[in-house]
């Protein structure tokens, strides 16, 4: 195996036994001796293909023997198999059919970068967020019940899943029901504590064992008669498995739980499956994995290696040129700002559900230890959370990504808004965020967020600006959200001095003697100011979709003949539909267009190229003005 990310192969492995696999069905022929070869050029085949293509990388390395074991021993797609987050996905992908598609994967035409429904029936169900897979899980078994069908169905759970609170409401309800459902937890030492020593190993093969399954299902139905003997035996029996086990929450749930084994040893995984399989109720194996395993520096760096870019073959001739200077990524504008401001005021508190790394706030985490919370991913929890700090004085800021602040909409509005709680919200991802695809799209943040009174809402259009509207919002006294792209802005320089901006106040950044005035919010302001020098257009840097710049939209309808909206979000509902409210109750006869993405989920591709596809380059924002131009020239009367 490769040691270090440059020896990361860039020519296919030689793997004849898992060029035979085309389907489970096929793997299912094997002799099981065949399965740990077959394990090595799987994980060989997955470094090569991810490293031509980019995507995730440790989880998917740290799941190779359980996804061999899993679809060796069950009869998918007719048994169910849920994966839980999508990062894992990748060895279950190439052994469904899509190795040389994998080649492709996160990129336009080919497969998803998470499960998903529409791509093969061996993705029983749709991916991105995280914690889904119980409920969904169990929704699957109990519907087959209903229907008459028998099969097993699995969830596969991990990478700091397990510390949503829909899985535990999930496993409540899983006990309630008594379905049988198998969810196997992949602890791969991101999220639950580790069960250490040889004894627990020892016991966790006893629990697995068809012998004490036998004699334990046995003594029920002896000692049924019997309710004191029969306590007396259950009580002993959970003595003994919490000696050497912190997880009898689980069995307290009313799980049979075994484990932990190693996730890594194919004859353990499938002696153990291969008993569970054909157990009734509801089961939980827990397996330890490491993520990245394989690979040396994914293994010392889990969270480093979580996703890799595409690896470019060195040239022949090492040719040296400057590198071209690069701005900073919105995440970073946003995590500097949060270390400047803590510096200046303690009251500031840094929230985040599970996503340190992802929103800039390692620094800040290392600087402020005491005022920083990871609630891990419980983003309703950590919604609340910060309203509740609100109420003591603090300054609480949340760091979430746009798509994730969807779980928490009723927190939102009942525990923040509407109490008017001073909560500053820091909108990561918003807009297209291009390889992830549909499940983490920033497109509806501004459609569910101007609708909640109290809450202010700002979109700034380069890194100087988004640090400052970061500021206002802070000030402000109520729920505020500033919203942001992914990756990096279009360079504006950074005045470090904070300085509050009037909300509600845009700023024109060219007056145009054209017919159109294109207002536009947030990341769209560079293409808007591209465009408008070709149609001599007016450009308006509106800053706030919340509230919106009433006396600025009313300027320019008296301007120009043509109002055009522009936004990287939905038109339904977005900035353009705020702006097509005022002119409306304004009784105003100016034409509106809403430039912004269309009615349907976009999925995963580069971020400019969807955003060309959909016209918001500045070519197609050209495009689409002097169509909309001509039409309203044809549409005026004709003078004799």
């Not at 409401?169 to 069960?195: F, K, P």
């Not at 012998?211 to 139905?221: N, S, V």
């Not at 700002?458 to 206002?472: F, H, I, K, M, W």
Request: proline share 6%; with cysteine.
């Amino acid at each position: 195996m490769p040691k270090t990310f440059t020896d990361i192969p860039l020519t296919r492995p030689n793997t004849p036994l898992l060029d035979r696999i085309a389907a489970p069905a096929d793997l299912r022929q094997l002799p099981e001796a065949q399965l740990e070869r077959l394990a090595d050029e799987l994980r060989a085949y997955l470094l090569y293909a991810v490293g031509r293509s980019g995507g995730h990388f440790g989880a998917g390395l740290g799941v190779v023997e359980l996804t061999l074991a899993l679809h060796y021993l069950f009869e998918t797609p007719h048994d169910r198999l849920v994966w839980d987050v999508g990062h894992q996905c990748y060895p279950h992908k190439i052994l469904t059919g899509r190795r040389d598609d994998l080649l492709k994967v996160r990129q336009q035409g080919g497969p998803s970068g998470f499960p998903k429904r529409g791509e093969s029936e061996y993705d029983t169900f749709g991916v991105g967020h995280s914690s889904t897979s119980i409920s969904a899980a169990l929704g699957m078994a109990l519907g087959a019940e209903n229907a008459g069908e028998k099969r097993r169905t699995v969830a596969v759970i991990g990478d700091g899943a397990m510390t949503a609170g829909q899985a535990f409401e999930a496993l409540s309800h899983a006990a309630h029901t008594r379905a049988n459902l198998l969810v196997v937890l992949n602890d791969n030492t991101m999220s639950i504590g580790h069960n250490v020593g040889g004894l627990a190993n020892y016991f966790a093969r006893i629990w697995a064992s068809k012998t004490y399954i036998a004699l334990r299902e046995g003594g029920k139905k002896v000692l049924s008669a019997m309710p004191a003997a029969w306590d007396f035996v259950r009580r002993t029996e959970e003595s003994m498995k919490n000696m050497v086990s912190p997880d009898m929450l689980f069995e307290a749930i009313g799980f049979n739980y075994i484990g932990p084994i190693d996730g890594h040893d194919l004859d353990e995984l499938t002696a153990t499956l291969a008993t569970m399989r054909d157990l009734e109720g509801p089961q939980l194996l827990h397996v330890y994995t490491t993520k990245g395993k394989g690979f040396g520096p994914a293994e010392a760096d889990p969270v480093g290696y979580h996703a890799i870019n595409k690896i470019e073959p060195k040239p022949k001739v090492q040719v040296a040129k400057p590198a071209a200077p690069k701005g900073p990524k919105y995440q970073q504008v946003f995590g500097d700002w949060l270390c400047d401001l803590a510096e200046k005021d303690e009251r500031l508190i840094g929230i985040t559900p599970a996503m340190c790394e992802g929103s800039g706030m390692v620094d800040f985490a290392r600087r402020f230890p005491d005022r920083y919370h990871d609630v891990a991913i419980c983003e309703q929890h950590a919604v609340t959370l910060a309203g509740g700090m609100a109420c003591e004085g603090r300054k609480p800021v949340v760091a979430i990504y746009s798509t994730f602040l969807q779980r928490a909409y009723d927190q939102l509005i009942h525990d923040v808004a509407l109490q008017n709680l001073d909560v500053t919200f820091g909108l990561d991802r918003a807009g297209l965020v291009g390889e992830d695809g549909a499940t983490h799209g920033g497109v509806f943040d501004l459609a569910y967020l101007r609708t909640v009174p109290n809450m202010i809402v700002a979109a700034p259009s380069d890194e100087n600006e988004c640090r400052q509207l970061l500021y206002t919002a802070w000030l402000h006294e109520g729920p505020a959200a500033v919203r942001y792209p992914r990756g990096t802005g279009p360079g504006a320089a950074i005045q470090y001095a904070m300085t509050a901006l009037p909300v509600g106040e845009s700023r024109t950044l060219r007056q145009g003697k054209g017919p159109a005035a294109l207002l536009a919010f947030g990341a769209l302001v560079p293409a808007a100011r591209e465009a408008a020098e070709k149609l001599d257009a007016t450009v308006i840097d509106m800053r706030w979709v919340k509230p919106l710049d009433r006396e600025a939209v009313l300027d320019a309808a008296a301007r120009h003949s043509l109002l055009v909206t522009l936004e990287d979000h939905q038109r339904m509902g977005g900035a353009g539909s705020a702006v097509n409210e005022l002119v409306l109750d304004e009784g105003l006869a100016v034409p509106v267009l809403n430039l912004g993405l269309p009615d349907h989920f976009i999925h995963h591709g580069k971020r400019d190229e969807l955003l060309a596809q959909h016209g918001l380059d500045a070519a197609g924002i050209e495009a689409s003005v002097r169509e909309r131009l001509k039409r309203l020239e044809s549409a005026l009367p004709h003078r004799a």
